[in-house]
């Protein structure tokens, strides 16, 4: 008869309203994607450093370098599109969002060694 009652007080000292965890930050993968993605950028294949830029913002939300890069990166692949083209909007939100996570970040266009 007890064990009813234990599982009605472990469901009520569970918050339905309280957010998800977290996900975990994996400071390592996201360094390696964003220097791979300068590198690639610097070579001027801008989608393929997209994709880099995006898994490091996908390992760490709140990196404000991974960020920065993924806006300047869509703003380059929507650079010659015409001027209220919709990614050229998300580049302005996504640098918006970088300059929020850091207000004193600069970018470094080279790889950390």
């Known amino acids: 008869m007890m064990l009813p009652a234990l599982l009605f ?3 009520l000292a569970q918050d339905p309203a309280a957010p998800p965890p977290a ?3 994996d400071a390592t993968a996201g360094q390696s994607h964003i220097d791979e993605g300068l590198a690639l950028f610097k070579r001027k294949r801008f989608a393929a450093a997209k994709r880099h ?3 490091a913002v996908d390992a760490n939300p709140n990196d404000a370098a991974a ?3 993924l806006a300047y990166t869509v ?5 010659p599109k ?3 083209h ?3 909007q998300q580049a302005a939100e ?3 969002k970088a300059y929020e996570l850091d207000p004193n970040f600069k970018p470094v266009w080279a790889p950390r060694k």
Do not use: G, S
Request: aromatic share 24%; net charge neutral.
């Open 9 to 11: 007080a472990a469901a």
């Open 23 to 25: 996900p975990a930050v």
């Open 53 to 55: 830029f995006q898994a």
């Open 67 to 69: 960020t920065f890069y």
């Open 75 to 79: 703003y380059k692949i929507a650079e």
């Open 82 to 84: 015409r001027p209220f």
């Open 86 to 88: 919709p990614e050229k």
């Open 94 to 96: 996504l640098f918006d």
